[in-house]
């Protein structure tokens, strides 16, 4: 298995192109923040005078970049594994001694591998956007729940597109979900439009979305500092209502969602989908 996975990620990096539009989602919510989002954002009336408004934002701007990074770089892993069943490269290794199991399992780590390492990178130039903007970087605690969640939603998406690659025979197929999820991620993770500003009812299916909670997640971790220097001495109803109104915290009904069950949403879903997914290869095996 390990030279399966070896190969794997030897093929994607090479392949520039697949690198890059597995980041390109990234750029486009970075591209749009900077030129028109965040003037918008900073102008609110609530943050005038206050310091750290501009560290707070970049905060809430990059852990939905984030968020959204770690399904479409989940998305350009896993579409190696499109590309060799459109190619037939798949029935090779089917017809030599490597087990079915040790296949699936190769692109599984692999993909898991590259997303959570473009994830990762994407956080590295996230806290330098946010440093050079005049943000701090994160503490090392917070730097560590960081890496903490980066993996759990690496684990999910990875998980999540397995299971819709699993569904696919063409990489035609892989390609029109990679544009619609790619143009949707934006949206599903709060970073287009604040999952608080969005109709009741697309709120309330938004909450099922794992990079939604992902992003959550990573908005209260990030925010935390910035959230408490710009809100000092303000009262708890306005920080509340902030918070809901950016998706730092979500909520069903009036209820918010505690970041127990976020953890819980993106465990189970990476468990669910990951089973899924080796109930759909193993019975197109046979």
Same mark, same amino acid.
């Given at each position: 298995m390990i030279a399966m996975i070896k190969?794997?990620?030897?093929?994607?990096?090479?392949?520039?192109?697949? *690198?890059?539009?597995?980041?390109? $989602?990234?750029? +486009? /919510?970075?591209? %749009?923040?900077?030129?028109?989002? @965040?003037?918008?954002?900073?102008?609110?009336?609530?943050?005038?005078?206050?310091?750290?408004?501009?560290?707070?934002?970049?905060?809430?701007?990059?852990?939905?970049?984030?968020?959204?990074?770690?399904?479409?770089?989940?998305?350009?892993?896993?579409?190696?594994?499109?590309?060799?069943?459109?190619?037939?490269?798949?029935?090779?290794?089917?017809?030599?001694?490597?087990?079915?199991?040790?296949? *699936?399992?190769?692109?599984?780590? $692999?993909?898991? +591998? /590259?997303?959570? %390492?473009?994830?990762?990178?994407? @956080?590295?130039l996230a806290s330098l956007y946010i440093l050079s903007r005049g943000g701090q970087l994160p503490g090392l605690a917070t730097a560590f729940q960081i890496i903490g969640l980066l993996l759990l939603s690496g684990f999910s998406s990875t998980a999540l597109v397995l299971f819709l690659v699993s569904l696919i025979q063409s990489n035609t197929s892989f390609s029109i979900i990679s544009t619609l999820v790619g143009t949707l991620i934006g949206f599903l993770a709060g970073v287009y439009v604040p999952v608080g500003q969005l109709p009741s009812a697309v709120a309330s299916v938004v909450n099922f979305i794992p990079a939604a909670h992902s992003a959550a997640l990573l908005r209260q971790t990030m925010m935390?500092?910035?959230?408490?220097?710009?809100?000092?001495?303000?009262?708890?109803?306005?920080?509340?209502?902030?918070?809901?109104?950016?998706?730092?915290?979500?909520?069903?009904g009036g209820a918010p969602i505690s970041s127990q069950i976020s953890l819980l949403v993106l465990a189970g879903s990476g468990a669910l989908f990951f089973a899924l997914a080796t109930l759909s290869l193993k019975r197109k095996a046979k």
């Open positions: 190969r794997n990620l030897r093929v994607f990096l090479r392949d520039r192109p697949s *690198v890059f539009f597995s980041l390109l $989602s990234v750029f +486009i /919510i970075i591209g %749009l923040y900077a030129l028109f989002l @965040g003037d918008l954002m900073l102008s609110s009336s609530i943050f005038q005078g206050r310091a750290g408004v501009k560290w707070m934002m970049d905060s809430w701007l990059m852990a939905g970049v984030m968020a959204a990074g770690s399904v479409t770089t989940a998305l350009g892993a896993m579409g190696l594994m499109a590309e060799d069943k459109e190619r037939k490269i798949n029935m090779d290794f089917v017809s030599s001694p490597i087990g079915r199991g040790e296949i *699936v399992g190769s692109y599984i780590i $692999s993909g898991y +591998i /590259i997303s959570v %390492l473009l994830t990762f990178l994407t @956080g590295i935390a500092e910035p959230i408490s220097r710009v809100f000092a001495g303000a009262p708890g109803e306005l920080v509340m209502d902030f918070r809901r109104a950016m998706g730092v915290d979500l909520f069903i």
